[in-house]
C-alpha cells in the first residue's frame, strides 16, 4: 500500500492524539491450521468462537497438543479479531478465558501494550460502524467469499486515542452495560423456556376449579383419560378444527393492477411472513376495498385464528390471531370460530402446542411440504369449558407480557450502549466527568 499512513475517520471531538494500531499492540499475528483431535485440554479458537456477544469458547475444537510448536497463544486480554470470510470477518472480542487455547488461521490475535492501550477500548473501537467501514475500505482484500483481513494496512490505520485511564473508564462504562444486556439476554432466555414449559402444561394438565394447575397424569391418573391427544382431563372434549371453526381460504388481487387493488392506507392483507405467532394489528401490505369486490379476498372479523399452510418446515403451521378485520392471501387458512364456547386466544395456542402434528400430514408431499385445507378441518384440538380456556390463555398472557418488557428493555439496554460509545469513542462526551457525576448522584441517593 503506498500511503504509510491511514487515519480512521473517526470523529476526534476531544482532540486525543492519533496512534497507530501497530504501536498500541505488542503482536498482531494470525493464528495457524490446527491439527484437530478427537480430545484434547488443547482448544483451537475459530471465527464461531469470535461472537457478538462475546467470546463463546463451546465453539472451540480440540487440537493435537503433540502439534504445540508455532502456534499462536492468545493471552488474557488480547483482542481477537476475525480474518476471513464474509459476514464474519471484522468481528472482535476480548479473550478473556482459563484453559488453552491456540488460535486457528482465520483468527488475528492483537495484544495490546497494556501501558497505553486498554483492551476494551480497542474492542470497542473496533465494533464501531466507522472503523468496520474503514476495514472494508482498506484493509480487507480478495473477492466477496474469499475476503481476507491485510495486516499492514491494519497495523498502520491511525486511531485517535485517549491517555490510559480514559480508556479503561470507557472500557469500565462498556462493561457495566454490556454486563446488563447480557443479564437481560438471560431473563428473556429463561422466560422464554419457562412460557414453552407453562404452555405445555396448560395445554395438557389445564387449571381445575381451584385455579391450579392439575397434577400430572402420572400423579393422578383418577383425573385423566385418553384422547386422540393423549391423556388428558377428565373434563375435557376434543374436537375437529371443521367442528369449532369455519376454515376459509384467502387470495392475492392481481399485481398487473396494484394501483386498483393495492393501497397503502387500505384494509390489511395478511401473508405468511406477517404470521408473529400472536396478535396481528399491522401487515406489511394493504388492499382496497375494490379488491375485496372484485377477487377472491374476503374481509375476516377480529378474533379469526391464522395457519399457515405454505413454505416448507420452517413457514407450516405458524400462527398469529386477527386483532383487527383483515383479508390473508391463499397461503394461510383463517379459521372463524363458531361460537362464543371457543376462545379466540385458546385456540391460537392449541394450534401452536400441536404445530409438531403437521409433520404427519406433510411429510409425504413434495421436497418443500405444504398442508392443505383438508388436513387443517382434521386437525384436532382440545376444548375445555369456556372459562378455563380464557384463563389458560390469561396465564400464558401474563408470561408473554413479561418478555415484552423484558424485551424493550433489551432494546432500550442496546440503543442506549450504541449512542453512548459513539459519545465517548469520539470524545464527544468526556469519560471522567461522567463518572463522577454518576458517583455524586450515587452518593446523594
Known amino acids: 500500500m503506498s500511503n504509510p499512513e491511514l487515519n480512521v475517520d473517526i470523529p476526534n471531538e476531544a482532540g486525543w492524539p492519533t496512534q497507530s494500531v501497530d504501536s498500541l499492540c505488542s503482536l498482531i499475528s494470525r493464528g495457524t491450521a490446527p491439527v484437530y483431535v478427537e480430545h484434547s485440554e488443547v482448544l483451537a479458537i475459530g471465527q464461531r468462537c469470535v461472537a457478538t456477544a462475546g467470546f463463546a469458547p463451546d465453539f472451540a475444537r480440540p487440537h493435537s497438543h503433540r502439534a504445540m510448536r508455532n502456534v499462536l497463544r ?48 480497542l474492542n470497542s473501537v473496533l465494533r464501531t460502524p466507522l472503523l468496520q467501514r474503514h476495514l472494508e475500505r482498506f484493509c480487507f482484500a480478495g473477492s466477496t467469499n474469499q475476503l481476507e483481513l491485510s495486516r499492514t ?29 447480557l443479564e437481560t439476554e438471560a431473563t428473556i432466555a429463561k422466560l422464554k423456556a419457562v412460557k414453552r414449559g407453562l404452555q405445555h402444561d396448560l395445554l395438557t394438565r389445564g387449571i ?92 375476516l372479523p377480529e378474533g379469526t385464528v391464522l395457519v399457515a399452510m405454505y413454505g416448507g418446515w420452517e413457514q ?80 400464558v398472557q401474563a408470561c408473554l407480557d413479561r418478555l415484552e418488557c423484558e424485551s424493550n428493555t433489551l432494546a432500550k439496554l ?3 450502549k450504541a449512542g453512548l460509545m459513539d459519545d465517548l469513542l469520539t470524545g464527544r462526551v468526556r469519560v471522567m466527568p461522567l463518572l463522577a457525576e454518576a458517583a455524586q448522584q450515587k452518593g446523594s441517593v
Not at 155 to 179: F, K, N, Y
Open 316 to 395: 407450516i403451521g405458524r400462527t398469529a390471531l386477527l386483532a383487527v378485520p383483515a383479508a390473508t392471501n391463499q397461503a394461510i387458512s383463517s379459521l372463524v370460530l363458531r361460537t362464543s364456547n371457543t376462545v379466540p386466544e385458546f385456540v391460537l395456542l392449541a394450534m401452536q402446542h400441536g404445530r409438531p402434528r403437521w409433520h404427519r400430514v406433510a411429510a409425504s408431499t413434495r421436497k418443500d411440504p405444504n398442508i392443505t385445507k383438508a388436513d387443517v378441518l382434521a386437525f384436532e384440538v382440545p376444548v375445555p369449558a369456556p372459562d378455563e380456556q380464557t384463563e389458560i390463555a390469561l396465564r
Open 208 to 299: 381445575d376449579a381451584n385455579g391450579e394447575l392439575r397434577p400430572p397424569q402420572d400423579e393422578a391418573p383418577h383425573r385423566y383419560k385418553k384422547s386422540p391427544l393423549g391423556w388428558i382431563p377428565k373434563e375435557w372434549g376434543v374436537n375437529k378444527v371443521a367442528e369449532v371453526a369455519e376454515v376459509r381460504s384467502g387470495a392475492t388481487p392481481s399485481r398487473a393492477l396494484a394501483n386498483r387493488y393495492f393501497a397503502d392506507l387500505g384494509i390489511p392483507w395478511v401473508k405468511t411472513l406477517d404470521l408473529n405467532e400472536g396478535a396481528i394489528l399491522e401487515t406489511d401490505e394493504r388492499i382496497t376495498a375494490t379488491a375485496l369486490r372484485e377477487t377472491s379476498c374476503s374481509l
Open 74 to 121: 492468545p493471552e488474557s486480554g488480547d483482542v481477537l479479531l476475525n480474518s476471513t470470510g464474509t459476514g464474519t470477518i471484522g468481528r472482535s472480542v476480548v479473550f478473556n478465558s482459563p484453559g488453552t487455547f491456540i488460535a486457528d488461521g482465520h483468527v488475528t490475535v492483537l495484544r495490546p501494550r497494556v501501558e497505553i492501550a486498554d483492551s476494551r477500548w
Open 414 to 416: 442496546c440503543h442506549q
Open 153 to 181: 494496512p491494519l497495523r498502520v490505520s491511525r486511531l485517535p486515542t485517549p491517555h490510559i485511564d480514559e480508556q479503561r473508564a470507557i472500557g469500565l462504562v462498556i462493561d457495566t452495560l454490556d454486563i446488563a444486556i
